[in-house]
C-alpha cells in the first residue's frame, strides 16, 4: 500500500515563499503536484520523473520549483513568489502502473493560503 503525506503549508504574504514536501512510501516513482483552490476543480501544478526530469503548468513556470531525494523518496515543492491565486489545498501524486492498470494514490492534502 503506497502512502503520501505532505507538509509544509501555512499562511503566507503576497510574494513569500513557503515549501512543501510529501514523503512516499514504496518504490520510486513519477510524482505530481496538484492544487485545488476553493470552488475550482483540481489541477497540475508540476510533475518529476523518477529521473529528474521536470514539467510545470505555465501558471507556475519561474515561480515554483519541483524537486526529490530518493535515498529519502521525498518530493518537494518549492514556491516562490507567491500571489493570492496559488491559495489552494495543495496534493502530492504517484500513478502506479502495472500490466493491465494505474492507480492513482494521492496524500491528504496540505493547505496554503497566500493572504495579506
Known sequence: QVQL?????????PGGSLRLSC???GSITPMTWYRQPPGEQ??????????GSTN?????KG?????????????YLQMNSLK?????VY???SRVCG??????????????TVSS
Do not use: H, M
Not at 510545470?56 to 507556475?60: G, K, L, S
Not at 493570492?84 to 489552494?88: F, I, K, L, R, V
Open 5 to 13: 503525506a505532505e507538509s509544509g503549508g501555512g499562511l503566507v504574504q
Open 23 to 25: 514523503a512516499k512510501s
Open 42 to 51: 483540481r489541477e497540475l501544478v508540476a510533475t518529476i520523473t523518477a529521473g
Open 56 to 60: 510545470y503548468a505555465d501558471f507556475v
Open 63 to 75: 515561480r515554483f520549483t519541483i524537486s526529490r531525494d530518493n535515498a529519502k523518496n521525498v518530493v
Open 84 to 88: 493570492p491565486e496559488d491559495t489552494a
Open 91 to 93: 496534493y502530492c501524486n
Open 99 to 112: 500490466t493491465y492498470t494505474c492507480t492513482n494514490y494521492w496524500g491528504q492534502g496540505t493547505q496554503v
